[in-house]
């Protein structure tokens, strides 16, 4: 009976994540091309834009705009999944960024949600202060073939960040 009940349950189909954004294809299934398959959940909302960036090389340099490796910008879909595809050059050592530009007017506001590779629990005064999260937390390491990251957004709610609830 428990044998049944287990190949029932393995053979039972997973939730897929599908890829989009402007290089989507080089994550489709069976590619062998480096890249990153940024999930991201938590939306306020279906409206505005999606900000993905991914950054490597030395860790102290995470985060600055200056030195992203790769950015994409789309429209947040209606519905279904926000999986954008991140293609890199090579394998290595990778860290993420998003941001949900809840109005879409390209500047960050108190309505914008963010997150990073690692989830990396962030507070107030650590946006106040611009402090970045440690390098160990929001590094991916990323492979031959397409590596998942997800990324959970964070909202300012009262006086602190945290997911949507």
């Keep these: 009976m428990i044998s049944l009940y287990l190949a029932a349950l393995l053979s039972a189909p997973t ?3 599908h890829p989009i954004g402007p290089d989507a294809a080089k994550c489709a299934a069976g590619s062998s091309h480096p890249a990153l398959l940024v999930d991201v959940t938590g939306f306020k909302n279906r409206a505005g834009t999606v900000r993905v960036r991914v950054f490597g090389g030395a860790p102290s340099r995470y985060f600055d705009k200056k030195t992203a490796l790769l950015r994409t910008e789309i429209a947040v879909p209606r519905d279904g999944s926000v999986a954008v ?4 050059a090579q394998p290595g050592v990778y860290a993420v960024d998003v941001r949900h530009d809840y109005n879409a007017n390209g500047k960050t ?37 397409t590596t998942i990251v997800p990324v959970t957004l964070t909202y300012l709610q009262g006086g602190s960040i945290k997911p949507i609830r």
Excluded: E, I, W, Y
């Excluded at 595809?85 to 890199?88: F, K, L, Q, R, S």
């Design 15 to 17: 939730a897929s994540v």
């Design 85 to 88: 595809c991140m293609p890199v």
């Design 109 to 145: 506001d108190r309505n914008d949600g963010g997150g990073a590779s690692g989830n990396p629990h962030v507070t107030l005064f650590d946006m106040l202060f611009s402090r970045k999260p440690d390098p160990k937390t929001v590094q991916v390491r990323v492979g031959n073939g």
